[in-house]
């Protein structure tokens, strides 16, 4: 059984930091990518960031460059997202969300196995 548990959000103001956690078991964690997306009400799922397990690439989206860092602990088949400077506009649940080759790495629709997602909310 595939599981992605994600873990680290809760409700912070702006300016604000939290880490979110994606624990991937029941799944070969080498040669996998894992992308964090999230999507806040009334809009589409967007990409936030992903990390290739070997090598450690990785990708942000534009909107959140600069602010938000993801990175991974392979011992514990852990990846984090690391979020800073947060905005109300980074309201919204996070998933995370685990696949083989993808073409684009922030594109939703590469991903076969997704958690349940992690609220974060953000005040003013």
């Known amino acids: 059984q595939v599981q992605l548990v994600e873990s680290g959000g809760g409700s912070v103001q702006a300016g604000g930091s939290l880490r979110l956690s994606c624990e991937v078991s029941?799944?070969?964690?080498?040669?996998?990518?894992i992308g964090w997306f999230r999507q806040a009400p009334g809009k589409e799922r967007e990409g936030v960031a992903a990390i290739a397990t070997d090598g450690g690439s990785t990708y942000t989206a534009d909107s959140v460059k600069g602010r938000f860092t993801i990175s991974q602990d392979n011992a514990k088949n852990t990846v984090y997202l690391q979020m800073n400077s947060l905005e109300p506009e980074d309201t919204a649940m996070y998933f995370c969300?685990?696949?083989?080759?993808?073409?684009?790495?922030?594109?939703?629709?590469?991903?076969?196995?997704w958690g349940r997602g992690t609220q974060v909310t953000v005040s003013s």
């Open positions: 029941g799944y070969p964690y080498s040669n996998r990518y």
């Open positions: 969300a685990a696949g083989r080759w993808v073409a684009r790495p922030l594109y939703e629709h590469a991903y076969a196995y």
